[in-house]
């Protein structure tokens, strides 16, 4: 199974990439205001990828707090195409 990460930094960007089947993608959260918005943009970018379509589940693990880093302390399974928060 392909993980996806995405991520604003550069560094994480390139440390990720040396593991086998991690595929970082640069992710800018900053003009994000929630993180519904921030779901659906994960899940449109890996869309774009050709990663993800309609009907597939994803994975999503984030923090409570935007814009901190190194704070993961949550997981949501979505499907993609049929996301319940509202933007």
Same mark, same amino acid.
């Given at each position: 199974?392909?993980?996806?990460?995405?991520?604003?930094?550069?560094?994480?960007?390139?440390?990720?990439?040396?593991?086998?089947?991690?595929?970082?993608? #640069?992710?800018? /959260?900053?003009?994000?205001?929630?993180?519904?918005?921030?779901?659906?943009? #994960?899940?449109?970018?890996?869309?774009?990828?050709?990663? #993800?379509?309609?009907?597939?589940?994803?994975?999503? /693990?984030?923090?409570?707090?935007?814009?901190?880093?190194?704070? /993961?302390?949550?997981?949501?399974?979505?499907?993609?195409?049929?996301?319940?928060?509202?933007?």
């Amino acid at each position: 199974i392909p993980i996806y990460a995405l991520t604003p930094h550069v560094e994480t960007r390139r440390k990720v990439s040396l593991y086998r089947g991690v595929y970082p993608i #640069a992710f800018m /959260t900053h003009e994000m205001k929630s993180h519904a918005e921030a779901n659906q943009k #994960a899940v449109d970018i890996l869309c774009g990828e050709g990663v #993800a379509e309609n009907g597939d589940r994803v994975i999503i /693990t984030k923090g409570d707090l935007m814009g901190n880093g190194g704070g /993961t302390n949550a997981m949501k399974i979505v499907e993609v195409g049929n996301l319940v928060e509202a933007v």
